[in-house]
Nanobody, 114 residues
């Protein structure tokens, strides 16, 4: 059973930065896409960013220009660098690995508040 473990969430002030990490229990080459999704209270889960095995990236409109997704194949880890954070970025952030099966992490809370 593949495991995805997120880390790096926390409380940050508006305008601040955080970097989330998603560590996979097996090679991330087994996933043709890895992504970050988020669910804010009272809202549906939405795509934040994704990165393909070939390095192609895709971002949700609300985070373009502020967030950057990257991957370190040697460490089996995907990152989400979040800059210029806003209160509306507050959510639980989930890592997803999409391959032959669909795998999700447990999520990490990000709270943007003064």
């Amino acid at each position: 059973q593949v495991q995805l473990v997120e880390s790096g969430g926390g409380l940050v002030q508006p305008g601040g930065s955080l970097r989330l990490s998603c560590a996979a229990s097996e090679s991330i080459f087994s996933f043709y896409s890895m992504g970050w999704y988020r669910r804010a209270p009272g809202k549906q889960r939405e795509l934040v960013a994704s990165i393909s095995s070939g390095g192609n990236t895709n971002y949700g409109n609300s985070v373009k220009g502020r967030f950057t997704v990257s991957r370190d194949n040697a460490k089996n880890t995907v990152y989400l660098q979040m800059n210029s954070l806003k209160p509306e970025d507050t959510a639980v952030y989930y890592c997803r690995g999409l391959g032959r099966d669909d795998h999700w992490g447990q999520g990490t809370q990000v709270t943007v508040s003064s």
